[in-house]
């Protein structure tokens, strides 16, 4: 009897193994079948059923995080591609998917590792560049330009990543290298404006003001927002190269927006000078002085302008009077130069 009853116990758990199983295969194929017409919800639903009958089955983990990816439910579909590497650490699409779903959460440390196991079973021609980001996220800029050049040859045509080198340049104040990247970066996906606003900082900083405005004026035929920051960036290029009527009309502009900004009137005020407009030049700094009357360098140059006009002594007195307020004026006046000049 005991024999018999052990028999008929074996057959159960044999029956219900093999019907988990049959309902598991059923609900799998059924979530691949939603997911196939992006039904993403309804396949997530079934990948879930298949789970509860096999939970350590990896297809059903990986096609339930497939579906959660669809959704854009991406720290949800890490812990499904997690479960299924804990089911099968071998399988290359759940590495790749973990180094790429890590890498898109912001979990540097995760990504990196991940990518390097994709490195180490010859996974895809991302892993440099996964790892690359990752060390510039955290900071570590001479480990992501490592990197990048290995990412590079692994893949010459991805644009983010000489963009992602030239960040780390400009980290670094490497600007004239950094410029040369953000070139190569746009040569590879010509319609990020703001990627060229970019490179026009790096040749302002270089400084090469012609390249500036080169990438300026191109982010702006291609979009990029007439920021304050970018008029006046494009105003003070036009500037350096001598430009002024172009530099005027821009910080113009910009002074409609922002008129009470003390810079912008300064910098106004040194364009006319420069271009022998006093009378404009006066009056501007006239401006500033009634912001703060204790600007003393605007004083000190009306009383320049005046002496540029012909008005020797009354320039004179103005400038002697600003001395008094600010006494580090009077090197200026022993070197005939201008606050703030070379």
Same mark, same amino acid.
């Given at each position: 009897?005991?024999?018999?009853?052990?028999?008929?116990?074996?057959?159960?758990? $044999?029956?219900?193994?093999?019907?988990?199983?049959?309902?598991?295969?059923? /609900?799998?194929?059924?979530?691949?079948?939603?997911?196939?017409?992006?039904?993403?919800?309804?396949?997530?639903?079934?990948?879930?059923?298949?789970?509860?009958?096999?939970?350590?089955?990896?297809?059903?983990?990986?096609?339930?995080?497939?579906?959660?990816?669809?959704?854009?439910?991406?720290?949800?579909?890490?812990?499904?591609?997690?479960?299924?590497?804990?089911?099968?650490?071998?399988?290359?699409?759940?590495?790749?998917?973990?180094?790429?779903? $890590?890498?898109?959460?912001?979990?540097?440390?995760?990504?990196?590792?991940?990518?390097?196991?994709?490195?180490?079973?010859?996974?895809?021609?991302?892993?440099?560049?996964?790892?690359?980001?990752?060390?510039?996220?955290? @900071?570590?800029?001479?480990?992501?330009?490592?990197?990048?050049?290995?990412?590079?040859?692994?893949?010459?045509?991805?644009?983010?990543?000489?963009?992602?080198?030239?960040?780390?340049?400009?980290?670094? $104040?490497?600007?004239?290298?950094?410029?040369?990247?953000?070139?190569?970066?746009?040569?590879?996906?010509?319609?990020?404006?703001?990627?060229?606003?970019?490179? @026009?900082?790096?040749? /302002?900083?270089?400084?090469?003001?012609?390249?500036?405005?080169?990438?300026?004026?191109?982010?702006?035929?291609?979009?990029?927002?007439?920021?304050?920051?970018?008029?006046?960036?494009?105003?003070?290029?036009?500037?350096?190269?001598?430009?002024?009527?172009?530099?005027?009309?821009?910080?113009?502009?910009?002074?409609?927006?922002?008129?009470?900004?003390?810079?912008?009137?300064?910098?106004?005020?040194?364009?006319?000078?420069?271009? @022998?407009?006093?009378?404009?030049?006066?009056?501007?700094?006239?401006?500033?002085?009634?912001?703060?009357?204790?600007?003393?360098?605007?004083?000190?140059?009306? @009383?320049?302008?005046?002496?540029?006009?012909?008005?020797?002594?009354?320039?004179?007195?103005?400038?002697?009077?600003?001395?008094?307020?600010?006494?580090?004026?009077?090197?200026?006046?022993?070197?005939?130069?201008?606050?703030?000049?070379?």
């Amino acid at each position: 009897m005991k024999n018999i009853n052990i028999l008929l116990m074996l057959g159960i758990i $044999s029956n219900v193994a093999y019907a988990q199983s049959d309902s598991s295969e059923f /609900y799998l194929k059924k979530g691949i079948a939603e997911k196939d017409a992006r039904r993403f919800r309804e396949a997530e639903k079934n990948f879930a059923k298949a789970a509860g009958f096999s939970p350590n089955d990896a297809k059903v983990q990986i096609g339930w995080g497939q579906a959660l990816l669809e959704q854009k439910r991406y720290m949800e579909a890490r812990e499904k591609y997690k479960a299924a590497y804990s089911i099968d650490a071998k399988n290359p699409e759940v590495i790749e998917q973990l180094a790429t779903i $890590s890498l898109n959460t912001r979990q540097w440390a995760d990504a990196v590792t991940y990518a390097k196991k994709m490195q180490e079973a010859k996974i895809g021609n991302s892993s440099n560049f996964i790892i690359a980001k990752s060390f510039y996220e955290q @900071g570590n800029y001479g480990e992501c330009l490592k990197y990048c050049e290995q990412a590079f040859k692994e893949d010459p045509k991805r644009a983010e990543t000489p963009y992602i080198a030239g960040r780390s340049l400009v980290e670094m $104040s490497n600007y004239k290298k950094a410029a040369g990247c953000f070139e190569q970066a746009i040569e590879r996906d010509s319609t990020k404006a703001g990627w060229m606003y970019e490179a @026009g900082l790096v040749y /302002y900083a270089v400084p090469d003001d012609k390249k500036a405005i080169y990438w300026f004026e191109r982010a702006a035929a291609k979009g990029y927002n007439r920021s304050n920051d970018f008029i006046e960036n494009l105003a003070n290029a036009y500037l350096n190269t001598k430009n002024y009527d172009k530099g005027l009309a821009l910080l113009k502009e910009a002074l409609q927006r922002k008129p009470q900004d003390m810079e912008l009137l300064d910098n106004i005020a040194d364009a006319y000078y420069h271009t @022998g407009k006093y009378d404009d030049a006066i009056t501007h700094w006239d401006k500033v002085l009634e912001i703060d009357k204790t600007k003393a360098s605007a004083l000190y140059m009306i @009383g320049l302008s005046y002496q540029k006009k012909g008005e020797k002594e009354k320039g004179q007195q103005l400038c002697d009077k600003a001395i008094q307020m600010d006494p580090s004026l009077k090197n200026l006046k022993e070197e005939k130069k201008m606050p703030g000049s070379i």
